[in-house]
Nanobody
Framework: QLQLAESGGGLVQPGGSLRLSCAVS????????IAWYRQAPGKKREGVSC????????TYADSVKGRFTVSKDDAKNTAYLQMDSLKPEDTAIYYCAARRTLCTDSGALPAVDSWGQGTQVTVSS
């Protein structure tokens, strides 16, 4: 059974950086695309970035383009989200998701079957 565990969140000042990790178990990451989502208080969950099954293509939401970088290490069965130049509006709970499909152009998967517990990212001075 697919299980996802996010980690790496925390409190960071505006302009700072964080790297989130998504540890995958129950399946081999090399056959899956990975997407990162976030949900801020009172807002809908939104796609942030997605990396293709073979890792050659990544897509991003307009709000994070040029600041966030998604990657995956199939050997470690772990995906990452490097977040630079963080802004207060990036504050949210961040989740990862996996699916054997193509990414959308806006940094998400067409559908998500299961979610991890998420990791809190707070950007504040």
């Amino acid at each position: 059974q697919l299980q996802l565990a996010e980690s790496g969140g925390g409190l960071v000042q505006p302009g700072g950086s964080l790297r989130l990790s998504c540890a995958v178990s129950g399946m081999s990451l090399e056959y899956y695309a990975i997407a990162w989502y976030r949900q801020a208080p009172g807002k809908k969950r939104e796609g942030v970035s997605c990396i293709s099954v073979d890792g050659d293509r990544s897509t991003y939401a307009d709000s994070v383009k040029g600041r966030f970088t998604v990657s995956k290490d199939d050997a470690k069965n772990t995906a990452y989200l490097q977040m630079d130049s963080l802004k207060p509006e990036d504050t949210a709970i961040y989740y990862c998701a996996a699916r054997r499909t193509l990414c959308t152009d806006s940094g998400a998967l067409p559908a998500v079957d299961s979610w991890g517990q998420g990791t809190q990212v707070t950007v504040s001075s």
